[in-house]
């Protein structure tokens, strides 16, 4: 028995070191590193706490004022009343929240003016329900990514990790919401645009369970679907660059505008919002947007006016044949080398109409058939054609033919000469002579290479 007993010895004194650092040692460490942690934090609120908070700026004028709604939604409700950019000020929030202070620089220091806070940048009023702190923003720290601050709580003058170039730029231009024209571009219906030389009204149609915009005015026709996403995209992302708010200012400003040189309509829920851009000195290199009688004038890139100047041409389906791959029963092929017609059988298989035993290349065939159909014309020549030799369109390089499922229904799309990369077209589904990729010139195949290539015969192992 004696020989167990150091070994039961030293396991009892292990097993209460162990229970004296689990009961003592390892609770107190824990509050130690919790008291760290929030004597740390510059700021002792959470996020969804915070009920309001005022900007005062030595360089920006009157103090911002921000509160958020149910939703934590921000509005500015001082100097004017209009919402606020969602961004900005949770950026503003998070870094706040986030801030540590790195180092007590001075308990009570005699001078404030060494660390720029005598005369801070910015201060920052912080609300939390019947809770509040103020917050003093002074010079940029030894490191530029550290900002010297001060509580009103304890006046500690505190070496902090904020971020100078989100603490010391919020400007009321920068807080405020800039989207000229807030709307979701899935949930537009119509877009109406105009300028002094055409206007063009598009609309959102539904076309096989799917939404694709039409072209309503001054014709009807399909649209190009991805210049108008391209469109609405630019719509969406619109900001404004400053703002002229209500009072003589803007009165005065309004007073001079002249014209509209674009006006876009937008129709939601059979309600439409007015946008109308102006430039009344292009030398200027200013351009200004206005919206409603009760917003401000909005100060926007001038490239906005190109951007939204757009005539038929440019928003209309500039595909020259004029016809969906899925509504192909033969397309007939003729070129200078000679001539085929492929046969759509079934759900886009080809086969060749004299040939209808003889297998295709499928993936080379539905290439082909696909480029014929999406060829789109670039430039536009003549809206009227007139003689078509001077193209080489009374001899075509290549003809392309489609017969419809219909049976009765035929479009055609024939290529020219070539120029500059680009080749004389003209096809059913625009009016007029245009240019286009001479791509396709080189991209037919010949009749024999449509055919499938057969696989070499597997000989056996030995």
Known sequence: MKRYGFTIALAAVLTGLAAYLYVVEFPAERRKLQTDTQTRKLLPFEERAITGLTVHSSASGPDIVLAPDDRRTWTITAPVHTAADAREVNDLLRALLLGTVTRIVEEQAASLAPFGLEHPAVVLTILAGDRQETLSLGDIGPISSTLYAMRASDKQVLLTDLPPKILLTRTLAALRKKEVLPVAQDQIERLRLSNPRTE??????????????????????????????????????????????????????????????????????????????????????????????????????????????????????????????????????????????????????????????????????????????????????????????????????????????????????????KTSGLVYAMGSGLPGIYQARSDLLTQIPSKDSLFAKSEPAKTSSP
């Open 200 to 417: 063009v009204l598009l609309e959102r149609l539904d076309e096989k369970n799917k939404k694709k915009w039409q072209v309503r005015f001054p014709i009807e026709a399909k649209a190009d679907q991805p210049a108008v996403r391209n469109l609405l995209i630019k719509l969406e992302d619109l900001k404004a660059l400053a703002f002229v708010d209500a009072g003589t200012e803007r009165d005065t400003l309004a007073a001079r505008l002249g014209p509209p040189l674009v006006k876009i309509t937008v129709t939601i829920g059979g309600t439409d919002q007015v946008m109308k851009l102006y430039q009344p000195n292009p030398s200027s290199g200013e351009a200004y947007a206005v919206t409603t009688l009760e917003a401000p004038i909005y100060k926007v890139n001038p490239t906005a006016i190109r951007d939204f100047t757009k005539d038929l041409f440019a928003l209309q389906d500039k595909r020259l044949l004029g016809v969906d791959m899925g509504n192909i029963a033969m397309l007939s092929v003729k070129t200078r080398e000679g001539r085929y017609v492929l046969v759509n059988e079934n759900v886009e298989e080809w086969a060749l109409e004299d040939q209808p035993g003889k297998t295709l290349d499928q993936q080379v065939a539905g290439l082909f058939v696909s480029r014929v159909v999406d060829l789109p014309a670039e430039l536009r020549v003549v809206r009227d054609p007139g003689p078509l030799a001077p193209y080489g369109l009374s001899s075509p390089a290549a003809e392309f033919v489609v017969t419809a499922k219909d049976g009765t229904t035929t479009h055609r799309l024939i290529l020219g000469n």
